[in-house]
């Protein structure tokens, strides 16, 4: 695993936007696999700001999302439809039609993950798959359990997600209770893994997760085993160690 530690959230946004964009620009019509959450919106954030600056072309790019919530449609500010909009497919030359995630308003769990399954054999693994971390160490919405899962599943979150995901939301109660979410086998296909961390509050899982013991319970461990990942965190995600 290589480590690339940078100075604070802007400085690790930068690092991680320049290895999307040097990827885009070797390869135009890469597969890039994408995450959600706080951490990356930086990173999407000077993506835009060098697209809008005619330093980066998407319209050849293809992008697979690592999960959705269940039951939240693309109209929902909370979907990751909506989020991806918002930060990234509505601010660039990206065709919607090679943006792809699970279908969220999808109610039965076997087609959803079917659906999904087959869109990502058909594109292929990811050249570069973006991933943030979540405290108790889950990747997508991987969430810590007895074995390491394989293609797309429906997911019950952890009380620990729930809460940590209800900042989002006007009240904890409206946070979906399941998502859909890309297995950890898919995740691992992606040829290059970049995994951005930020923040003191992350200092713990980091330490647990890439320099402890591989398991299930910690499912970012399983990173351990790829070949060629890069972590890019702030000093106070790296202070444990
Ligand atoms: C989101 C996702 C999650 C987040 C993780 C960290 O698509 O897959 O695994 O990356 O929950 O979230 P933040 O960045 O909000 O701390």
Known sequence: MKICRAKDYNDMSRKAANIISAQIILKPNCVLGLATGSTPIGTYKQLVEWYEKGDLDFSEVMTVNLDEYKGLTRENPQSYYYFMNEHLFGKVNI?????FLPDGTEPDS??????????????????????????????GFNEPGEIFSTET???????????????????????????????????????????????????????????GPITPQVPASILQLHRNVTLVADEAALSKF
């Open 95 to 99: 065709d919607k039609h090679r943006t």
């Open 153 to 211: 599943h429906c997911i019950d979150l952890s009380e620990q997600t729930i809460k940590a995901n209800a900042r989002f939301f006007e009240t904890e109660a409206e946070v979906p209770r399941q998502a859909y979410t890309m297995g950890i086998k898919t995740i691992m296909s992606a040829r290059r893994i970049l995994l951005v961390v930020s923040g003191e509050d992350k200092a713990d899982i980091v330490k647990t997760a890439f320099f």
């Open 110 to 139: 076997a087609t959803a993950c079917e659906n999904y399954n087959e869109i990502l054999r058909a594109v292929g693994e990811p050249d570069l798959q973006l991933l943030g971390l979540g405290h108790n160490g889950h990747i």
